[in-house]
């Protein structure tokens, strides 16, 4: 309940900043909507009362994410590794080089 709480006040506030984030120029401004507000702050408003993605239950879960996260990075990198070796297209290039460079030689 205490989150739900600190989410709302977030809300607020970011709402009442993001209202005088843009400064107006001097002559013909137009009036701003109420509406608008109304509609972005109830668009909003669900957000608030989300638990965010970033709030982890334990340090053991975070941990875990961090595990599972560095794995698939190692994985990811690994595999585009072995591919910049094992490439096929470039053996043969340098294949093809080497008997060009042999054929000029002769």
Do not use: H
């Not at 977030?10 to 701003?32: D, N």
């Not at 975070?62 to 990075?73: D, E, K, P």
Request: proline residues 5%; aromatic residues 8%; without cysteine.
């Amino acid at each position: 309940m205490a989150r739900r709480g600190a989410s709302v006040l977030i809300a607020l506030a970011f709402g009442l900043f993001a209202s005088q984030a843009f400064v107006s120029p001097a002559k013909g401004a137009p009036e701003v909507d109420a509406r608008v507000l109304g509609a972005t702050f109830a668009g909003l408003a669900p957000l608030a009362l989300e638990q965010p993605a970033n709030a982890y239950d334990s340090v053991v879960a975070m941990l875990q994410s961090w595990l599972v996260g560095g794995i698939a990075l190692v994985l990811i990198y690994g595999a585009a590794f072995v591919a910049a070796l094992a490439n096929p297209l470039t053996k043969r290039r340098t294949e093809v080089k080497a008997e060009v460079d042999a054929m000029k030689r002769a």
